[in-house]
């Protein structure tokens, strides 16, 4: 993955010469296919896109003033920007379909068979979906084709019919539908370099993510790939990176580095996340809090028992910033470079299999140098 010291944003295609878009397929069949997605395109821009968001939603400290800008969950319930706007009415009619497929009262205790419905609903209300306004507009490059590709991470965002279960492999596919958007220019009604990466954090992937949580209590929707009591969260991953950013340390400027140390002033301690009532109290503001006290509404008995890892995490000290580097490293460990978790991503054009080079050469290097190959990049 990516230099959390890195600036570079992904980049954007240029309209009138698009890639020839296709329908992504499977790559990774096989536990060595892994290693070969280590240095290919799409892990490079999963990385860059993952720290560039994270980088935005970073407090900042504007020079004259004592007080940082922090960006907590409904800081910006409204928005004028038309491309966030599209995402917003999209993940509505999404949610809307719940009602279309209510839970089958006799199913069993795990994976409601009604998700499947749910799943058809969606599969058969994709294409008028994505046809509709700005966003619409946006797929019909390159004459349309570029919808059946980013259609393909939309669709497996929200889990699998087939198994009844839903994890970090499916959250990662709606990053890369979100990345798919911006390759495309769907973003540029807005000011990068920040703040429109911060309102598709806040107003798009946080939605997204309550969305997530309704379907897996409406359906009970079993855990894919989890690493059992001894993985981080049974269903998520994103929300601990972007939560942990947003009570970092601030910075300064948009040229900076995330800190890698430090909370910003008034910031809840670490271990506040083992209080229920700090918790649910911090849910509305901060995707981290909010991520713990959705495990905290389906999971029973003391938090040190049934998520051990987040407990551990809570014992740090040295404040979010800390926590933040340490969760973008087990992100590239425990999702990226996981068979389990990676082996159902697919790669069309944008998210491509092709091999970046660079990557190859300086994974090459480090192997020659340590003995070993180290995928954290």
């Known amino acids: 993955m990516a230099s959390v010291q890195d600036r570079i944003s992904l980049g954007i295609i240029n309209p009138s010469s698009p890639p020839l878009f296709q329908t992504p397929i499977k790559r990774i069949h096989q536990t060595n296919d892994v290693h070969r997605f280590l240095v290919s395109a799409a892990y490079r821009d999963i990385g860059l896109f993952v720290l560039q968001l994270n980088h935005a939603v970073c407090p900042r400290q504007s020079v004259g003033s004592s007080v940082p800008s922090v960006f907590p969950l409904g800081s910006k319930s409204t928005t004028s920007t038309k491309s966030i706007q599209s995402l917003q009415t999209l993940l509505s009619q999404i949610r809307n379909l719940i009602n279309k497929a209510p839970p089958d009262p006799g199913s069993q205790r795990f994976g409601n068979i009604s998700f499947r419905k749910w799943c058809q609903l969606l599969n058969a209300e994709l294409d008028n979906l994505l046809d509709y306004g700005l966003l619409g507009e946006t797929l019909r490059i390159g004459n349309g084709h570029a919808k059946d590709e980013v259609a393909s991470y939309l669709l497996g965002s929200f889990g699998s019919p087939q198994r009844l279960d839903y994890g970090t ?31 598709i954090v806040l107003l798009v992937i946080e939605p997204y993510l309550d969305i997530v949580r309704q379907l897996i209590t409406t359906y ?51 271990s506040d996340v083992t209080n229920p009532g700090i918790v649910e109290n911090m849910r509305q503001f901060n995707m981290y ?7 905290n509404d389906v999971k029973k008995g003391p938090f040190w028992e049934h998520s ?20 973008i490293k087990m992100f590239n460990a425990e999702v990226l470079s996981k068979f389990p978790v990676i082996q159902h991503f697919p790669f069309g054009s944008l998210f491509a299999w092709d091999e970046n080079r660079q990557v190859a050469l300086n994974q090459e290097l480090r192997t020659r140098t340590n003995g070993s190959h180290d995928p954290s990049g």
């Not at 340390?249 to 900076?256: A, G, L, W």
């Not at 809090?289 to 495990?295: K, N, P």
């Open 169 to 199: 492999g499916h959250e990662l596919n709606f990053i890369a539908f979100i990345g798919c958007l911006w390759k495309l220019g769907h973003f540029k009604d807005g000011i990068q370099g920040g703040d429109i990466e911060r309102e």
């Open 220 to 270: 009970t929707l079993e855990p894919a790939g989890s690493h059992g009591v001894w993985g981080l969260d049974d269903h998520s991953f994103i929300p601990y990176i972007f939560g942990s950013a947003q009570l970092a340390r601030p910075i300064s400027s948009e040229t900076d580095s995330m800190p890698t140390d430090g909370s910003v002033r008034g910031a809840p301690k670490p």
């Open 289 to 295: 809090f909010s991520a713990v006290a959705f495990i």
């Open 308 to 327: 051990p890892m987040l407990f551990d995490i809570s014992g740090i000290r040295d404040g979010w910033g800390k926590i933040n580097k340490g969760m």
